[in-house]
T-cell receptor, first 112, second 111 residues
Framework: GENVEQHPSTLSVQEGDSAVIKCTYS??????FPWYKQELGKRPQLIID?????GEKKDQRIAVTLNKTAKHFSLHITETQPEDSAVYFC???????????FGQGTTLQVKP | GAGVSQTPSNKVTEKGKYVELRCDPI?????LYWYRQSLGQGPEFLIY????????DSGLPNDRFFAVRPEGSVSTLKIQRTERGDSAVYLC?????????FGPGTRLTVL
């Protein structure tokens, strides 16, 4: 079955710097890749997603890139702000299964 | 509109007891998912409903876990003979397409 690996597990940046989180997946049939942000004690919230027919997607300060050949995808956050501090999860959805397989999470700390 | 809701928000039970966790999905969403999240980990898939039927229950850890969605809306996750290792946050999500919207979760503690 699908397996998702996420790195790094923790990331600390200065406010205004960029942050990059990387994920790899194992099932080449996976076709949907969302990213969720989870604050302590809260529900995961979708921040951006990408489908396998697209290589890159951007939404203001957040962008996601997908390399299907290498089976990896990355989250890029520019001009980080303290409120970006949270745990970020990547996920992959094997084709036609509906379910999400999540990475282990990255704790992002943005220092003011 | 209203998001996904889950009740109770917290449940404390004793080892060996039976518990039921409820999920109210976003109105009109045909797909409903249950995940389990242990401390410091990503959500782990348990079961997925499309309408009233379980389309994929491959994530249920053993036969103590069971879920139903009799009318294609509200779902109940049932855990029999609870064990301390069942302690976790149980998350429900619903979707009308690819995007899954999560509920706040039920924190289950088995003493």
């Amino acid at each position: 079955g699908e397996n998702v690996e996420q790195h790094p597990s923790t990331l600390s940046v200065q406010e205004g710097d960029s942050a990059v989180i990387k994920c790899t997946y194992s099932d080449s049939a996976s076709n949907y890749f969302p990213w969720y942000k989870q604050e302590l004690g809260k529900r995961p919230q979708l921040i951006i997603d990408i489908r396998s027919n697209v290589g890159e997607k951007k939404d203001q300060r957040i962008a996601v890139t997908l390399n299907k050949t290498a089976k990896h995808f990355s989250l890029h956050i520019t001009e980080t702000q303290p409120e970006d501090s949270a745990v970020y999860f990547c996920a992959a959805s094997p084709s036609n299964t509906g379910k999400l397989i999540f990475g282990q999470g990255t704790t992002l700390q943005v220092k003011p | 509109g209203a998001g996904v809701s889950q009740t109770p928000s917290n449940k404390v039970t004793e080892k060996g007891k039976y518990v039921e966790l409820r999920c109210d999905p976003i109105s009109g969403h045909t797909a409903l998912y249950w995940y389990r999240q242990s401390l410091g980990q990503g959500p782990e898939f348990l079961i997925y409903f499309q309408g009233t039927g379980a389309a994929d229950d491959s994530g249920l850890p053993n036969d103590r876990f069971f879920a139903v969605r009799p009318e294609g809306s509200v779902s109940t996750l049932k855990i029999q003979r609870t064990e301390r290792g069942d302690s976790a946050v149980y998350l429900c999500a619903s979707s009308g397409s690819d995007t899954q919207y999560f509920g706040p979760g039920t924190r289950l503690t088995v003493l």
